[in-house]
């Protein structure tokens, strides 16, 4: 009889492990996958100049912009028009992309070291990295979600997550002045990346 009850549970934890093992795999195919086509753009750039422009349509690709976004200005995004929600996306985007290209340095190599994958929660996926760069090494660890396939949704490098770091930052502005205030100061950081 308790054979009976314990065949079942097995059969729903292999399933579930086989399935969890297969989206693990699905979201370091993608971050190799997008490191595979950021890395060589970076690497035959010989300036910092129109990097950005050159990475753009790669890290469109991989990252959810709008995931980010919304999760940086937190609770306030709700109170966002569609239209500033889609003006906010589009300038935390290319602030994220425009800082990104800024850290580069032509001529140097970074590499990266994957370690294994671990699943938070049913659908997502947090891999640790570390990164070797200009002779130091980072502690990078890429967050995924599967929504419309995999993107990645937060990079959390040192232990500072670039979500959270932009949401207290974020959470203070919108309180000094709502959504007017997020997009104004969004607008002064993406001017002062150019």
């Known amino acids: 009889m308790k054979l009976r009850r314990i065949l079942p549970l097995l059969a729903v934890f292999a399933f579930s492990h086989a399935a969890s093992a297969a989206s693990t795999s699905q979201a370091e195919a993608t971050l190799h996958a997008a490191m595979d086509a950021v890395v060589p753009v970076a690497e035959r750039a010989t300036t910092t100049a129109g990097l ?13 912009f709008d995931a980010m976004t919304r999760r940086a200005i937190g609770p306030g995004w709700r109170q966002f028009t569609p239209a500033q929600q889609s003006d906010a996306t589009r300038l935390f985007t290319t602030l994220v992309i425009r800082s990104y290209a800024d850290k580069y340095t032509p001529g140097q190599h970074a590499t990266t070291i994957y370690k294994a994958a671990t699943t938070p929660a049913p659908g997502r996926v947090e891999i640790p990295t570390t990164m070797l760069y200009k ?26 997550s670039l979500v959270a770091n932009y949401r207290a930052q974020f959470d203070s502005e919108f309180r000094k002045g709502g959504a007017a205030g997020v997009l104004a100061t969004l607008q002064r950081s993406v001017a002062a990346t150019k």
Request: proline residues 3%; neutral net charge; without cysteine.
């Open 52 to 64: 950005a422009d050159k990475l753009r349509p790669i890290l469109v690709k991989y990252i959810s």
């Open 135 to 160: 002779g130091t090494k980072y502690s990078v660890i890429y967050r995924l979600e599967e929504a419309e396939g995999w993107k990645i949704t937060d990079i959390v490098a040192e232990g500072v």
